[in-house]
């Protein structure tokens, strides 16, 4: 092995392990739900200040240049091409509409079938970056998505044995399906439509784009008052505090430096191991039974993992990073 095959081997390893983190992290916002929920506060007041403080925990972090590039490698963004600021905002859209897409799919479906048509993503981002000539498209590869997904199947489906009767219509299948496509252009475009944007003021965007969403219905459908929920709950702030720091700002920044490190295909692949970590944390802290099925598509998934650490992108495999 040659030393840029080593140096290669070693980002990979820690894109890898930076995406199964932020997964994990993400994985939370079940449990954090259903305490908000029993709180007395609704999923989207949650998600709004989720969404706002993470925002601001950006923030507070820039000032403080966490996050920041150096002053060398800082490219003023008046210097940034408009083309990597369009990207961005479309990014910025896909990540609010899949958002605002699976918050109402959850309405119309069985949450448990909602994401067994949202984890399609992957799919749909491995089969784009091959037909687009952007990354590999190998045996490897594929063999790890379909663990992924079987995996992912299998601890969702653990989740639906002895929860009562599936809820589903049209509108909640075309949501569910239209949240698999807004993810999988937020991976698409951030995998190199912007690389001169930093992912830190990326993620303060994205999260800025959601909180403005979330309040926004939270209003139109009347839900002022639990919007307020924690002004008359002071004991509800350390939970949401701890929502946007650990479970939007820092697993989102983590998520898109993962995505350019690795590649929007193995990106999207490995993120599915959120399912099978909220798993876990709901076995651990709602009383939930932690199926064996649900076991087998945790190791599926890692498996997964395993397959795409042993086998690297080719070197020389583009990005999205054409303006045009």
């Known amino acids: 092995m040659t030393v840029k095959d080593g140096k290669q081997g070693k980002s990979q390893l820690t894109g890898i392990l930076i995406v199964l983190i932020a997964s994990a992290l993400f994985s ?18 949650f998600a709004t200040w989720r969404e706002t403080i993470g925002a601001l925990a950006m923030l507070v972090l820039l000032l403080f240049g ?21 990207n961005l905002c479309i990014a910025a859209v896909a990540f609010m509409s899949y958002s605002l897409a699976i918050f109402y799919a959850f309405v119309h479906l069985t949450v448990a079938l909602a994401f067994l048509l949202f984890y399609i993503y992957p799919a749909l981002v491995t089969l784009i970056s091959a ?28 989740q639906m044995v002895g929860g009562g009767a599936v809820r589903f219509d049209t509108i909640g299948i075309l949501l569910g399906l239209g949240s698999a496509v807004g993810m999988s252009i937020y991976f698409l475009v951030g995998r190199g439509g912007y690389p001169s944007i930093p992912a830190s003021y990326a993620t ?21 008052e639990s919007l307020l929920q ?29 995505i350019r490190m690795i590649g929007a295909s193995r990106a999207s692949i490995l993120a599915i191991f959120e399912p099978v970590s909220g798993s876990v944390l709901a076995a651990i802290f709602l009383g939930q039974t932690l199926s064996f099925v649900q076991i087998i598509g945790g190791v599926l998934i890692l498996s997964a993992a395993v397959i795409l650490q042993r086998t690297p992108e080719p070197i020389g495999v583009s990005s999205i990073d054409i303006p045009s």
Do not use: C
Request: aromatic share 10%.
């Open 131 to 158: 037909m687009t000539g952007r990354e590999a498209f190998n045996a490897p590869k594929v063999t790890a998505l379909v663990f992924a997904l079987g995996g992912s199947t299998l601890a969702i489906v653990g």
């Open 230 to 258: 924690p002004f008359q709950n002071v004991s509800l702030w350390p939970m949401l505090l701890f929502a946007g720091v650990g479970a939007a700002a820092i697993p989102t920044m983590m998520l898109l430096t993962g």
């Open 28 to 45: 939370n916002l079940g449990v954090l739900t259903n305490f908000a929920y029993e709180a007395g506060m609704s999923p989207v007041a």
């Open 66 to 86: 966490v996050g920041r590039p150096a002053g060398s490698e800082r490219k003023p963004l008046s210097q940034i091409p408009r083309w990597q600021w369009r």
């Open 204 to 224: 303060t965007i994205f999260l800025l784009a959601g909180a403005a969403a979330f309040a926004g219905i939270g209003l139109a459908f009347g839900e002022k």
